[in-house]
DNA sequence: GTGTTTTTAAGAATATTATTCGTTTTTAAA
DNA sequence: TTTAAAAACGAATAATATTCTTAAAAACAC
């Protein structure tokens, strides 16, 4: 075997990038759009995804006709040692928590979450964040306004 | 007309927590799990694409499968002026910018930017960062782990 | 309450797409 | 070259999407 593993050849990245712009595209309309028989395309797309390279589809919903309209960044800092995910665990559990990223510098974490409004993110941090253990310190963050929110990768 | 504008019945929110999980999941599979006519659900889909409370699919696909591994959130702070998105619009408009968040206490914005490594930071930093003008100050924090990473709204 | 309008769902028919699988072509290594 | 493996093709079939007509339900006015 080559280096199947990693490398992705450019109908692949075609293929990657049709998807990431549409996810519900469909099969023919890829392999129009790439010159190729619709079974040949399906077997990629199926390869990708058994090779974990496609991790699933989304549907990108309207906040505020969910009612989710409060964006926020939590720094938190955590007793928890090094390697220990035990907090980040926690925080990744409550559904209103979107990120958990540990962070390089404060050994903190950065937590992004989304809420109904602030009365919503005090009962979250009263309600959730202060039963997890280790937790030191909060700082939390609001985001006035978002002018770009994607999980879209440049493929290149 | 009554309040069809902002309100979402149980059946929408239903096809939402579906779609959201699984984009490409079909439009059968829904009605058999909501046990509903496969038009029924496909005209609910539709609406909600119009009402533009589904704004998109998209796939969700592995950073290190396509080389950008370094994840950073970049602090920014601008002269704009209130209300004036310029160097906000020129985050956006960077590949490599998956999120620009305007954010409240500084005056500064949340730029989260996935980039293959440090050295391609860099190289973002000084070729696309520095052509915008008004900015005054930026610090970076760069990511060393993400425990969770997902856009998807908890629906209630 | 009744009649009316509007919205929503259903059902059947058709168009489109997904999927399978045997065959051919391409690729890459020996 | 020769050969083995991978990838693509193409045709047949299954499944799904989509359209449109009709029926039911909900909302509204009176």
Excluded: W
């Excluded at 593993?5 to 990431?20: F, G, S, W, Y």
């Excluded at 996810?23 to 990708?48: D, G």
């Excluded at 990120?99 to 009962?123: F, P, S």
């Excluded at 939390?140 to 929110?149: L, P, Q």
């Amino acid at each position: 075997m080559v280096q199947t593993d990693t490398v992705l050849n450019d109908v692949d990245k075609a293929i990657l990038r049709l998807m990431q712009d549409d996810a519900r595209i469909t099969n023919v309309a890829i392999s129009k759009k790439l010159k190729m028989a619709p079974s040949a395309v399906l077997e990629r797309v199926r390869k990708l995804e058994e090779r974990g390279i496609i991790r699933g589809y989304t549907a990108n919903l309207d906040p505020a006709a969910l009612n989710k309209e409060l964006l926020a960044f939590i720094f938190i800092k955590s007793a928890d040692g090094f390697g220990c995910d035990t907090s980040a665990k926690a925080f990744a559990a409550i559904p209103e928590v979107q990120e958990v990223h540990n962070i390089a510098g404060d050994d903190c974490y950065l937590v992004k979450v989304r809420v109904a409004n602030t009365q919503a993110l005090m009962e979250l941090r009263r309600k959730r964040f202060s039963k997890i253990a280790n937790i030191l310190s909060m700082r939390t963050t609001i985001v006035m306004e978002t002018v770009k929110e994607t999980q879209t990768i440049s493929i290149t």
